[in-house]
Structures are given as structure tokens and as C-alpha cells.
């Protein structure tokens, strides 16, 4: 029986692996892969954004998007992580109500769904018009929930400046999967990830950490 929690999913090093869209990008920039991939790491090191290092191999690089996005094709099920669609059964068996909104392309809405992934709510920054980490899209998302009470909302992603502070910011209980060149490198130094885990398969196992039962009242997993 669903409860009123959710959990809200990022998509790019939470549900899916960006391995072939930077490898594209290395590949339309005419670069070897391992240059880009290292240019990034050391970007996100920095705390500049990753798009820093496709301008430092091409400046003209925002032009060439529309070629990537031919060259890429769009998501693949192997650009899933492999407990990506595991984890989305897993939070409903739980008992818990499953979104996906995200920094995106809006046409990844579509890819998303034909891979299996179908959340009760999806929605990309490009069709609501806003970005993470603006405020705003915390707001818009919660709106797409119907308003649920912030605190009954996880905002699970990869990136502290991006996903876990902000979401905090947001009233929103951020979880930060550590997987992926951002969450890897990241530091969340002020401590807002309400939970960290390394899967999302961990992140099932571990989700009833979020909302711990009240001493006395009903469970967590059974709370309206
Ligand atoms: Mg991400």
C-alpha cells in the first residue's frame, strides 16, 4: 500500500550511466576519450562545471549539441545502471510513491519510459523550464508531487551542488548516491545528506533510514 513519502530520482549517475554520452562527446570533439574523461574529473575537482572541459577542447563546443545528440541516439536500456529499474520495484514494493525529475533534454522523458522506467511522476529541467540548482525546480517538482509536505519527500542524486544542498535547502530529505565522477570527488561539507549510499540497491535496503518510526507511533513504512 502506498504511503504519502516519496522518492524522487535524479537521472544522470543515478538511474543512468554517462559513460556514452561524454564518450560521443570526446568522439564529435575528435579527442581520445581518456582526454575528456580526465578533463572532467579535474574540472569537477576544481568545482567548475563539467561543460568547462569540452570548452577547453573546442569553444565553439554548445554548437556541435545537436550532432551529439545524432551520434548518441538517445538512451539505451545498457545505459541504465544495472539496479536502476531493480530500485524503482523495489521503493514501490516498499511501499513508497516513485518520481523522476531531473536536469535533462525533455526528450529523455520518452527514452526513459520505452527503457522501462516508468515513475508516477517524470518531468526534464527543458519542459519545466527550470534548472537545478535553481530553487525553483525543487519547487516546481514538489508542486508535480501535488504538494506533499517537503520532509516526506527524498531527493535522491549524485551531485552535493546540484542535488544534496539545494534539496536540503528545499526542506526536501536529500540522499546522495556516491557513484559516478561527481559523487565520487564531491564533499558534502556541510553535512546536508539526510543519507549516503554507494547503489541504488542500497538505497532500497536502506531507504526506512529516511523516516524512522516515531517512538510509540506507527512505522515509518505504514505511515499515511
Ligand atoms: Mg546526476
Known sequence: ???????VLDVGETLIDE??????WADVLGV???TLAALMGG?????QPFSDALAALAPDWHQRADEVERAFGGFAASDLY????????GLRAAGLRVAVIANQPAVRDAQL???GVEPEVMAMSEALGVAKPDPAFFAAALDLLGRPDPGHVAYVGDRV?????PAAAAGLRPVWIRRGPWGLLHRDDGGDAALEVRSLDELVDRVGELWPPVPGGRGAASTA
Open 19 to 24: 559513460t556514452r554520452v561524454f564518450a560521443t
Open 43 to 47: 574540472m569537477i575537482a576544481r568545482g
Open 32 to 34: 581520445p576519450r581518456f
Open 113 to 115: 519510459r520505452l527503457l
Open 161 to 165: 551542488d546540484n542535488d544534496v544542498r
Open 82 to 89: 544495472p539496479d536502476a529499474l531493480r530500485a524503482l520495484a
Open 1 to 7: 500500500m502506498a504511503t504519502g513519502r516519496w522518492v
